[in-house]
């Protein structure tokens, strides 16, 4: 895919120690803008638009029009403009150099994809020349990924397309990138085996990587039956002279935007849809939602559904530039049911997608509930870091990255010590940040007091260990372990952000908190704990409201209702419902 982290290492390679204002020739998330100011490798960011830019303070300038190359740099920021990511044969044009020019910017350098300088220019020499050069056509923008996709659709045209009667009328494939250890991942794994528990459906499950721990659910799911298969990597379709060719024109024209590798991945969920061929496709999270359902749309799989998990992917680092563009062509050409499993979420891919609210169904994640845990797991649990039975236990299951804030969980239960000596932390989960956070337990000399063990297999057993849940996340959508947590008797305490809210009842399950500080989290964290009578009420009504509200069966019943829309076809595809 298009890695933009890389693109903008190699470009501030060429600036380095100069104070730079970067631009890019796509949408970027706010949050990586803001998040480049703030390590101070940039003075600031040209926002998408002049709405964004209002949005963050940090920016620098906005995009007035990007097909004109007209930006509108704020005045003083920076005597530096870097212009990251654009296509070698682009050159900047007298209108973008005389705004530089207004506006303090005395250098522009402009690189490609990999970081390789296009132009350096020095405004005031280039300004003169280029004005004084009549006949020359400059033109810094090229070709965007609207236009990437619009093309592939005309080029492949009916090249991957199957008859109509050549589908499985009771198949049913459904794209996840991996089975790991994840909150989409598991609903995906109980979704296939419920829905083939008594229905029709026949289901698939294809991924990308099996590498452990890539195969977290894969038992569970083979061993109910369900069959799992791997993309493969190298096709009979990208060795076909047809789509070969097509290989070669989008990835000579679209070169700055590394689209021959986004098409490649289409035509391998193609390949695999063509030898599955299921009469229905059910696609997880925005990569395989983009990649997989465009796949899905060239071979003509009959009905489509999108789940889209939390909120939109311009606030993660998952984010690529080619998403948008991608949902929005392939839901102007094809009736595709949009699912989510938040009302925050729902929301947010509306915003962000530009479509109506109610083009964006809501299904709640569904758990299978396991019978309360013997009271010797919970004693056997904590016995394994030399935690005592009497103690109190303040844990969390959580993927240790930036938007779930570790640090900010870290330093409430610092907070939390200090006040109460006897309490204990332990926190599972793995990721980027782990081996940082350790670092950072031992730094404040906890870690006979803050456990961070990794990745837990038993997740019912090291939650019956705790007695209070916590959750510190920048973002989410419905996160799964608050449901699961309360499931297994534990008041929980979060930050109030995204579908979290969702998920319990406020002040009677849990509580959030407005202002994510660690001094806020541990003054209620710390309430709960301290007051036993209102522990043991939290407790018993947190049980009562997972069990009866996020049970597994309204879960697989909303999907087969989902499904069966999506089987009666719109009359016209979502976005052309969208426009009316």
Not at 36 to 48: F, K, M
Not at 490 to 511: Q, S
Request: some cysteine; proline content about 6%; overall charge neutral.
């Amino acid at each position: 895919m298009f890695d933009y982290e890389m693109t903008l290492a190699h470009a501030l390679k060429n600036v380095d120690g100069e104070r730079v204002v970067l631009a890019l020739p796509y949408d970027l998330p706010q949050r990586i803008c803001h998040d480049l100011v703030v390590r101070n490798l940039v003075q600031g960011v040209i926002a998408d638009s002049v709405d964004s830019a209002r949005l963050d303070p940090s920016c620098a300038g906005w995009w007035v029009d990007r097909d004109r190359d007209h930006i509108h740099f704020r005045r003083g920021v920076a005597a530096t403009a870097l212009i990251a990511g654009v296509d070698r044969s682009r050159r900047a044009g007298p209108r973008l150099l005389l705004e530089a020019r207004l506006k303090g910017v005395r250098r522009i350098v402009i690189t490609d994809r990999m970081g390789e300088v296009v132009e350096d220019l020095q405004v005031d020499a280039a300004l003169i020349e280029r004005i004084e050069d009549s006949n020359a056509q400059f033109r810094l923008t090229g070709p965007t990924y609207e236009q990437a996709f619009e093309e592939m659709y005309e080029l492949v045209a009916d090249k991957l397309r199957l008859p109509a009667r050549s589908f499985n009328p009771d198949r049913l494939a459904m794209y996840l990138g991996s089975l790991g250890p994840g909150g989409a991942e598991r609903q995906c794994a109980n979704t296939s085996v419920g829905i083939s528990e008594g229905n029709r459906w026949d289901p698939y499950i294809v991924c990308d990587n099996f590498d452990p721990p890539a195969d977290f659910f894969r038992p569970y799911v083979e061993g109910r039956g369900i069959k799992v298969v791997q993309v493969n990597d190298s096709p009979p379709e990208l060795s076909d002279p047809d789509i070969l060719q097509i290989y070669n024109v989008l990835g000579e024209k679209y070169s700055a935007l590394n689209f021959d590798n986004v098409f490649a991945h289409i035509v391998r969920y193609a390949s695999l849809l063509r030898t599955i061929r299921p009469a229905l496709v059910h696609c997880w999270m925005d990569y395989c939602n983009t990649l997989a359902g465009t796949a899905a749309v060239m071979v003509g799989v009959p009905s489509i559904v999108l789940s889209c998990r939390s909120l939109a992917p311009d606030h993660f680092r998952i984010f690529q530039p080619y998403m948008r563009p991608a949902y929005r062509a392939l839901l102007k050409r094809r009736p595709a049911v949009v699912l989510n499993n938040s009302q925050a979420g729902a929301i947010d891919y509306a915003r962000w997608l530009a479509i109506p609210k109610d083009c964006v169904r809501v299904i709640h994640n569904g758990f299978q509930f396991p019978d309360p845990i013997s009271p010797q797991s919970r004693l056997d649990i904590r016995k394994r870091y030399a935690i005592s039975g009497s103690v109190k236990v303040v844990g969390s299951i959580l993927r240790f990255s930036e938007e779930k804030r570790p640090r900010l969980l870290i330093d409430m239960a610092k907070e939390l010590h200090a006040a109460d000596d006897s309490l204990r932390f332990l926190f599972f989960g793995g990721g980027v940040l782990l081996q940082d956070m350790r670092a950072y337990v031992a730094s404040l000399d906890l870690e006979d007091v803050i456990h961070l063990p990794g990745v837990t297999n038993t997740p019912w057993e090291v939650l019956a260990a705790m007695d209070l849940f916590v959750l510190t996340s920048r973002m989410e959508g419905l996160p799964n372990v608050l449901v699961e947590a309360q499931a297994s008797g534990l008041p929980i305490v979060c930050t109030r952000v995204g579908g979290t809210t969702e998920t319990f009842v406020e002040n009677e399950t849990g509580v959030s908190v407005p202002d994510a500080t660690a001094s806020s989290l541990a003054a209620v964290a710390g309430q709960i704990l301290q007051d036993n009578n209102l522990h043991a009420r939290m407790s018993a009504r947190a049980t009562m409201h997972a069990r009866k509200v996020f049970g597994i069966r309204p879960m697989i019943d909303a999907t087969l209702k989902a499904y069966a829309h999506a089987e009666r076809h719109a009359d016209q595809p979502l976005m052309a419902r969208a426009a009316a």
